[in-house]
C-alpha cells in the first residue's frame, strides 16, 4: 500500500494539472451556477467546475460546509509488527474469521513481510475496532494496549512462524457505515456518489478500501464530469438514509 501511495504522490507531484497543498485546513465550500469554491484557513481560494470530496474520517467536517452530514462512525483500529522466524512466514494478504470467544471477537488480518517496508516482519492486526465514535479524535493516540495483546495471543496460537512479540503498534481511524443496533458492526463500508442537492461535488467514503485508490480515483473522476459511471457502483450508491441536515458551519 506504500508503495502505490508513493506512486501516486509521485503521479500528481509530476503532473502540470495537479496542484498539491497541505495543513490547509477548508473553512468554506461555495457551490453554485458558476461552480465551486473552496476557502482555506491560509488565504486560499480555489475556484473550479467541479469538486471531489475525499477527506476519510475527517468527510463530515468538510461535508457540514455544505449543510449535510454522513450517519458514519469513526472506529480505532490497531495492528503491530512481529519478527519472522521461518521462511514458512511468506504468506499473501490474508484474512482469518473465528468465532468470537469471550472478550476476543476472533478477527485477525495480516500482511507478509515486504522488503520494501519493514524487512524480516510481518504485519498483523485486528478487523475490529478497538473504539467506535461519533466524531474521529484529532489524532488515534497511542494503540489499546488490551487489543495489542489480544493481536499477540493470536499470532502465539496460529502462526508458530512469528515471534509473538509485538513491535511498533500503532492505530489509525477509518469512517465506516455501521448497523444502528450495533456500531462496532458495518451495515455497509463504501459511498462513491453526487452530494444530494450538489451536482457539481461528488463524496467518495470508503472505510479501509483505499487500497483500490486508483478505481475509485477513476469513479469519483466519471461522476464528477459526467454524473455517471460505467463501473458497477450499485452497492455504493447514496440514499437518503444515510444523509442528515445540519447547520452550515465550520470543521468540529
Known amino acids: 500500500m506504500k508503495a502505490t501511495l508513493r506512486a501516486l504522490h509521485r503521479s500528481a507531484r509530476d503532473s502540470p494539472h495537479v496542484e498539491l497543498r497541505q495543513g490547509e485546513r477548508v473553512t468554506a465550500i461555495r457551490a453554485g451556477a ?17 469538486l471531489v470530496i475525499a477527506a476519510g474520517p475527517e468527510t463530515n467536517s468538510v461535508l457540514r460546509l455544505l449543510g449535510l452530514e454522513l450517519d ?13 522466524t521461518s521462511p514458512a512466514a511468506d504468506l499473501p494478504t490474508w ?19 515486504l522488503s520494501w517496508e519493514r524487512p524480516g516482519f510481518a504485519r498483523v492486526g485486528a478487523n475490529y475496532p ?14 489499546d494496549q488490551g487489543v ?21 503498534a500503532s492505530a489509525c481511524v477509518c ?21 444530494p442537492g450538489h451536482p ?11 487500497k483500490i485508490a486508483p478505481l475509485l480515483g477513476a469513479i469519483c473522476v466519471d461522476l464528477a464530469l459526467e454524473g455517471r459511471t460505467g463501473h458497477d457502483v450499485t452497492t455504493a450508491a447514496s ?10 458551519g465550520s470543521w468540529r
Open 34 to 50: 458558476d461552480g465551486v469554491r473552496v476557502e482555506t484557513d491560509a488565504g486560499t481560494t480555489v475556484h473550479a467546475a467541479k
Open 72 to 84: 458514519t462512525r469513526t472506529w480505532t483500529m490497531v495492528s503491530a509488527y512481529f519478527r519472522t
Open 95 to 113: 484474512i482469518d474469521f473465528q468465532a468470537s470467544t469471550g472478550t476476543d471477537p476472533g478477527l485477525y488480518y495480516g500482511f507478509p513481510e
Open 130 to 143: 478497538s473504539a467506535v465514535r461519533r466524531e474521529p479524535d484529532d489524532r488515534p493516540g497511542p494503540p
Open 148 to 168: 495489542v495483546a489480544l493481536i499477540g495471543d493470536w499470532v502465539r496460537g496460529h502462526m508458530p512462524w512469528l515471534d509473538p512479540t509485538p513491535v511498533d
Open 175 to 195: 469512517s465506516l457505515f455501521t448497523r444502528p443496533d450495533a456500531p462496532g458492526l458495518l451495515a455497509r463500508e463504501t459511498l462513491v456518489d453526487l452530494v
Open 200 to 210: 457539481d461535488v461528488v463524496v467518495c467514503v470508503t472505510g479501509w478500501v483505499f
Open 239 to 248: 440514499s437518503p438514509d444515510l444523509w442528515r441536515p445540519t447547520a452550515v
